[in-house]
């Protein structure tokens, strides 16, 4: 892809979504950027009137071969991210987080879009040995979410053939300053716990290991992959991330960032099971991918960019963290997710008792 290319990216307004967006503009590629703008169109604001950019305020489903024509490249981001969401809802969630991406991935195809990459997670190795993941370990899904994601991966893969070279990059724990922020993500979340409360509450005592990479380095994994030739990606698995640490390491990292002045607070059990470490020299030498942020250094970022009061009022922060309430307690769990992650219908309520959330 050594010119300039026409290129699709569903998930556009989100954490990713945006960064690669403007990464794809800058490099001089025209994008259509498709979201249903759930969480708000503010990962997108500053490029709203790009010459090269066209958005459009959708479901991927609702997508058709008008939408594709011309396409060089569609990259899939769209999907519904919260575990606790896809676990309330399997049904649901496997109507966005697999059956969308293989009619998007089968759609391409017919249409004569060259190429097709759909983003994963590593969370597909669960809790693995104590040795690397490659793209070829043993996979061990924890969760309904990771399964979506390795039937994405073999119902897609095999769609490969003359003139279509569909590849899947398994992403690890992305973490960083964005233009539509995650404060979720357990790198980020840590900075913002650590900010607002001065403490971080580890689960499992934060023994579990997991990859972790910057938010600009994920960026710069996919577009090695949509730059590699179609042979080397074609049907490909790659692996794209960074460091593999504890969650007890990484919130070592916050504390001493902060000056040691933030307390740590272990605690038992066991809710989050995964412990993997991905091996990401496939992606190395295959794509050329060579992650550069350290993560002391994407902390630190994140420290000098969030203001504490004024991050958790932003309105996306205020409405993930109202549907995992919502979700956690069992209460309209259905709608929720039908109306947040799926259909792209917006203004939307939330019920609680006694009032209502309106996601703009």
Known sequence: MDRPQQILVTGAAGYIGSALVHSLLARGHSVTAVDSMIFGEQGLEDMRHHSRLHIRRMDTRALHRGHLTGMQAVVDLAGLSSELAAESDPA???????????????????????????????????????TESTETSPVRPLTHQAQHCLMAEAAILPLAGIGFAPSVLRMGLVHGRGSRMRLDLLVNAMVLSALRLR??????????????????????????????????????????????????????????????TVRINPQGGAPDLHHHRPDYRKAQELLGYRPEVALREGIRQLIDALD????AELPEVRAMRWIHEVLAQ??????????????????????????SLTLQ
């Open 92 to 130: 649901g969630a496997d109507a966005v987080n697999h059956r969308a991406q293989v009619r998007l991935a089968q759609l391409a195809r017919s249409c004569g879009v060259p190429r097709y990459l759909l983003i994963s997670s590593c969370s597909v190795y669960g809790h693995a040995s104590t």
């Open 199 to 260: 403490q971080i509450t580890l689960d499992n005592y934060g023994v579990q290991c997991r990859g972790h990479v910057h938010l600009s380095d994920a960026v710069a994994g996919i577009l090695a992959a949509l730059h590699a030739p179609a042979g080397v990606v074609s049907r490909q698995i790659f692996n794209i991330s960074h460091h593999n640490v504890s969650a007890a390491a990484v919130a070592d990292v916050v504390r001493a960032e902060l000056g040691g």
């Open 308 to 311: 504490p009061g004024a991050s």
């Open 330 to 355: 069992g209460r309209e769990a259905k709608a929720a997710i039908e109306h947040t992650a799926v259909f792209g219908r917006a203004p939307v309520k939330l019920r609680r008792p006694g009032g």
